[in-house]
């Protein structure tokens, strides 16, 4: 049921099209906001916020899907549940039918005191933790974000809400993660979560723009015990990061700005 009968390249699109059971054709927005977690709660709220109306797929896949509504255009939410596998075939089935911008919009838990609950979180890249990637490139390829969109995300962020950027650590182990990784990983990433690294290069390997702006829900660093413990859209901080999370990735999204210019830590021009 699952195997892959064919893949090829069409020359007229460079697009990749599948004969898969797990990939049902359905029409995709080029800009797509993917959601890893929260059924219950995130994802319901995303769609009351724009008017979501759901897209009918067979019974070939567990996902969700909506088209979002915001300002006159239209976007794809794909709600592809946790962990690097089901982030990879969503990216797949995205890809395949005419995704070509990606923004992960998602939670995740602080590792440094500097990463206060309700924070947002603009990903520049990710250590692989996990293991889908390693099907998409060799181990030394770098698991980074495109650099014009994640500028852009955390500016439409910044101008909402406190942001931190930096690198986060994806893992297939959510609970199997402690003080040990933490040591190791000290000053050099902020956050954990569960698809970045996967996220980003598999979107290098199939051709997509993608990005990533998430919101911290917990810190097992910080001093308050209530604030090492995840309570979701139920703490009013995280809500309000979300809130401005969701209208950081949707103005992103639905907006064609002008070309960033981006700038070397020296002041050279990239």
């Keep these: 049921m699952y195997h892959r009968n064919m893949m090829e390249n069409t020359p007229e699109t460079n697009q990749r099209t599948f004969d898969?059971?797990?990939?049902?054709?359905?029409?995709?927005?080029?800009?797509?906001?993917?959601?890893?977690?929260?059924?219950?709660?995130?994802?319901?709220?995303?769609?009351?916020?724009?008017?979501?109306?759901?897209?009918?797929?067979?019974?070939?896949?567990?996902?969700?899907?909506?088209?979002?509504?915001?300002?006159?255009?239209?976007?794809?939410?794909?709600?592809?549940?946790?962990?690097?596998?089901?982030?990879?075939?969503?990216?797949?089935?995205?890809?395949?039918?005419?995704?070509?911008?990606?923004?992960?919009?998602?939670?995740?838990?602080?590792?440094?005191?500097?990463?206060?609950?309700?924070?947002?979180?603009?990903?520049?890249?990710?250590?692989?933790?996990?293991?889908t990637s390693s099907w998409y490139a060799p181990p030394q390829f770098p698991a980074l974000f495109d650099p014009r969109l994640t500028v852009a995300l955390a500016d439409a962020a910044a101008r909402r809400h406190e942001v931190l950027s930096g690198v986060v650590f994806t893992t297939d182990a959510g609970y199997r993660q402690g003080p040990s990784l933490y040591e190791t990983y000290r000053d050099l990433v902020i956050a954990i979560e569960c698809e970045c690294a996967t996220a980003a290069v598999v979107s290098a390997r199939l051709g997509l723009t993608a990005g990533a702006l998430l919101f911290c829900t917990d810190n097992v660093t910080l001093p308050k015990v209530s604030d090492q413990h995840y309570r979701g859209l139920a703490d009013p901080r995280v809500r309000a990061a979300f809130d401005a999370g969701l209208e950081a990735c949707l103005e992103v999204l639905t907006t064609r700005s002008p070309t960033v210019v981006l700038k070397a830590s020296r002041g050279s021009t990239i």
């Design 20 to 131: 898969h059971a797990a990939n049902p054709g359905f029409h995709c927005s080029e800009d797509v906001i993917l959601l890893p977690f929260g059924r219950r709660s995130y994802l319901p709220a995303i769609v009351e916020a724009c008017d979501g109306e759901p897209i009918e797929l067979d019974e070939t896949t567990d996902r969700e899907l909506f088209t979002l509504h915001h300002n006159g255009h239209d976007l794809t939410l794909i709600y592809s549940g946790m962990g690097g596998p089901a982030c990879a075939n969503a990216l797949e089935m995205a890809c395949s039918n005419g995704a070509r911008r990606v923004v992960v919009f998602g939670a995740c838990g602080g590792i440094v005191p500097t990463l206060n609950v309700g924070t947002l979180v603009s990903a520049t890249g990710a250590v692989r933790g996990e293991g």
